[in-house]
Structure formats: structure tokens, C-alpha cells
């Protein structure tokens, strides 16, 4: 199936989370692409700024997406990476052409 859904998140970890964030984000490079839709995801951190990170993710749709982001939020999984992060996230929802 071709690839019609690529997210980026951006995440900034508060210094004193960093280690466990880390730690996150190494679970969600090994985990995420067995979540149904995932076909792929790359976890990248800023050659200069360890604290930043950035998730490129390729969905099969939007809606499988979406399914995956409601169980984040509803389990309370989402809530307690913000409470990681310096800043919100970002997010860019990207269609291949």
C-alpha cells in the first residue's frame, strides 16, 4: 500500500527529562511501527541540540493516524510526555505527491 499520510512531531525535553525521554523515544522507534497503519517512523535528534527531537512517521491514512493519537490521549500516554517536554510539540501533516 503506498504511503498517503507522513507526520513530523517535533519535541523539546526539559533538561532534567532528557535521559527519560530519550529512553521514550527509543521505545517509540521500536514500537510504533507495529501500531496498525504505521508503515514506518524515524526518531532524529538536532545535531546541536540533544533536548530536540522529531518523529517522521508514514501512515497509511489520516484515520489510522488518528486512531493511534485518540488511544495515546485516552490512556493518558500523550499527558505524561508533555509533562517531559520544554515546549508543546509540533506537528506537520505532510501527502506525498
Given amino acids: 500500500m503506498t504511503i498517503e499520510h507522513i507526520v513530523t512531531v517535533t519535541f523539546k525535553s526539559k533538561p532534567e527529562h532528557l535521559e527519560a525521554f530519550t529512553g521514550v523515544m527509543k521505545t517509540v522507534s521500536s514500537e510504533l511501527p507495529s501500531v496498525d497503519g504505521c508503515k514506518a517512523v524515524r526518531v532524529m535528534t538536532h545535531q546541536d541540540d540533544p ?22 490521549v485516552e490512556s493518558g500516554e500523550w499527558a505524561g510526555l508533555e509533562q ?14
Fill in 51 to 72: 533536548s530536540v527531537f522529531m518523529l517522521i512517521e508514514d501512515w497509511e491514512s489520516s484515520d489510522k493516524h488518528a486512531v493511534h493519537i485518540n488511544r495515546l
Fill in 84 to 97: 517531559m517536554l520544554a515546549v508543546p510539540p509540533t506537528s506537520i501533516i505532510l501527502t506525498q505527491v
